[in-house]
């Protein structure tokens, strides 16, 4: 059975993505990924995306559309990403070292942790096709 791991691909102003930088573990600290966390048990995943990003930025999120599938990480964890949309508050980096807005043609900017770089291509690819 995998441990699914949630993140939000949040975007602003139509093409601008959240980049958040690792504080911890030091194997990937200082390495740049979409927010999120583990679900909990009894907890939706859409409840989990909306609690890690309450926690980790202190905003609140409207989720949106599923970006790809089960995207596999180390250790029996998989990912699944959705878009998402600042409802209220601005992101502050309460868990990461530091947050970062990106925008077209600075998607590639920072360095992605290995899990997280082909869902930035694929988050680009979904927001160039609408």
């Known amino acids: 059975m995998s441990v699914v791991v949630v993140a939000a691909a949040i975007v602003a102003q139509g093409e601008r993505v959240l980049a958040a930088q ?15 966390g583990k679900v909990d048990p009894g907890e939706s995943e859409h409840e989990a995306l909306v609690r890690e990003c309450r926690e980790e930025l202190g905003v609140e999120i409207s989720v949106g559309a599923r970006i790809g599938g089960d995207w596999t990480l180390a250790n029996g964890y998989v990912l699944r990403v959705w878009l998402a949309t600042v409802a209220s508050g ?14 077209p043609g600075e998607y590639y900017d920072v360095a992605w942790l290995g899990a997280d770089l082909p869902v930035m291509e ?9």
């Open 22 to 36: 690792r504080a911890e573990p030091p194997a990937l600290a200082g390495g740049w990924e979409f927010p999120g």
């Open 90 to 103: 601005t992101p502050e980096a309460k868990e990461h070292l530091a947050l970062r807005w990106l925008g």
């Open 122 to 130: 694929a988050v680009e690819s979904a927001l160039r096709h609408g």
